[in-house]
């Protein structure tokens, strides 16, 4: 079920509906029944509010997703979170 969510929650923000894609992400959350589901609804989180141009709460979130592809040990999407993390400094023209 929380699987479902995130899916609804990405294609929520693919129609730019980002009010229902962070309540799908959320409700992904509160399901999430291991660290990969969890992983997902926080990315997905994070970049619903990058959409939004809420970059601290992107950050933020990405943060999370990235603490818990590392306790995983999930190369692709420890990347993947950096790729995020990256994009949100170069936006707030934190380039350092």
């Not at 929380?2 to 899916?7: E, L, P, S």
């Not at 509906?17 to 969890?38: C, G, H, I, P, W």
């Not at 990347?79 to 023209?93: H, K, R, T």
Request: hydrophobic letters at 40%; zero cysteines.
């Amino acid at each position: 079920v929380a699987d479902a969510y995130n899916n609804i929650g990405i294609n929520s923000n693919t129609i730019s509906n980002y009010t229902m894609a962070l309540q799908a992400f959320e409700k992904a959350l509160k399901l999430a029944d291991s660290k990969e589901v969890r992983f997902k609804a926080l990315l997905g989180m994070g970049s619903t509010y990058t959409y939004r141009g809420k970059s601290g709460k992107a950050l933020s979130y990405n943060l999370e997703a990235l603490k818990i592809a590392e306790e995983i040990n999930d190369p692709e999407n420890i990347a993947l979170s950096l790729a995020n993390i990256g994009i949100i400094y170069f936006d707030l023209e934190n380039l350092e």
